[in-house]
């Protein structure tokens, strides 16, 4: 809770691992990252949704 105060949403992502910058992704690698950050949102609202309903 409290990394989440501090510093948001970007505090929580986990920064281990390589990963590819977008400028050097294909269209379709680049595609596939925006579908995942998508599903990552939907995820995170609809939890969101359940604890406010709750």
């Known amino acids: ?3 989440y105060e501090n510093g ?3 505090a929580l992502k986990d ?3 390589r990963k ?3 400028a ?3 269209p379709e690698g680049k595609m596939k990252l ?3 950050k998508l599903e990552r ?3 995170r609202l609809r939890a969101e949704n ?3 309903k709750s």
């Open 1 to 3: 809770m409290k990394k």
């Open 8 to 10: 948001g949403e970007e």
């Open 15 to 17: 920064k281990r691992g």
């Open 20 to 22: 590819k910058e977008e």
């Open 24 to 26: 050097k992704l294909s």
């Open 34 to 36: 925006e579908m995942k």
């Open 41 to 43: 949102e939907n995820e």
């Open 50 to 52: 359940l604890f406010l």
